[in-house]
Nanobody, 115 residues
Framework: QVQLEESGGALVQPGESLRLSCVAS????????MGWYRQAPENERELVAA???????HYADSVKDRFTISRDSANNMLYLQMNSLKAEDAAVYYC?????????WGRGTQVTVSS
């Protein structure tokens, strides 16, 4: 059983930065891929960024050049650095990981972007 726990969500103003963290209960080297998703009220959950074990990354068009996903294998952490935040980035952000064809989700962390 893999447990994922997100943290780092907060209320920020447009243009500010935020870093989300996701800690896994197992070695993240066994998780492939890992990713961040988000869900705003009345919207479907959408992929924000994904990272594979061999270093490949993928970003939604809406966050390219602003967000960066990264892994820290030593600490079993997944990060999402979010820069130049916009009002439309506000959502609950979820960490997701796959292990042996099974997907695991964290409970999410709230990001609010408002002036």
């Amino acid at each position: 059983q893999v447990q994922l726990e997100e943290s780092g969500g907060a209320l920020v103003q447009p243009g500010e930065s935020l870093r989300l963290s996701c800690v896994a209960s197992v070695s993240i080297d066994s998780l492939n891929p890992m990713g961040w998703y988000r869900q705003a009220p009345e919207n479907e959950r959408e992929l924000v960024a994904a990272s594979t074990r061999n270093g490949l990354t993928h970003y939604a068009d809406s966050v390219k050049d602003r967000f960066t996903i990264s892994r820290d294998s030593a600490n079993n952490m997944l990060y999402l650095q979010m820069n130049s935040l916009k009002a439309e980035d506000a959502a609950v952000y979820y960490c997701k990981a796959r292990q042996e064809s099974r997907d695991y989700w964290g409970r999410g962390t709230q990001v609010t972007v408002s002036s």
